[in-house]
């Protein structure tokens, strides 16, 4: 199993920039597929970003293309999702994913971590 804490959250204003981390311990962190989604109130859960084992594949949502970017760290064992230019309709509870063998970058990912939050205002 592969534990996994975010932490970076918090309010911005439109425009600003926030970058989250997602630091994961217990399997090799190289083992894992890492993605980040994001759930705002009354909405379902969406898929942000992700990178592959190696980092050589990443994936965008196409509301984030441009704007967000998705790196890993092997040394540190940790995930992270830089984001620029933040609008309002990014608020959201963002949380990372992990899994050894999705069927594709976009998931289905087995595990989970808390959720931080993000909020832009206007």
């Known amino acids: 199993q592969v534990q996994l804490v975010e932490s970076g959250g918090g309010l911005v204003q439109a425009g600003g920039s926030l970058r989250l981390s997602c630091a994961a311990s217990?399997?090799?962190?190289?083992?894992?597929?890492m993605g980040w989604f994001r759930q705002a109130p009354g909405k379902e859960r969406e898929f942000v970003a992700s990178i592959s084992r190696s980092g050589g594949s990443i994936d965008y949502a196409d509301s984030v293309k441009g704007r967000f970017t998705i790196s890993r760290d092997m040394n540190k064992n940790t995930m992270y999702l830089q984001m620029n230019s933040l609008k309002p309709e990014d608020t959201a509870v963002y949380y990372c994913?992990?899994?050894?063998?999705?069927?594709?970058?976009?998931?289905?990912?087995?595990?989970w971590g808390q959720g931080t939050q993000v909020t832009v205002s206007s």
């Open positions: 217990g399997r090799t962190f190289s083992r894992y597929v």
């Open positions: 994913a992990a899994d050894a063998d999705p069927v594709s970058l976009r998931g289905p990912y087995d595990y």
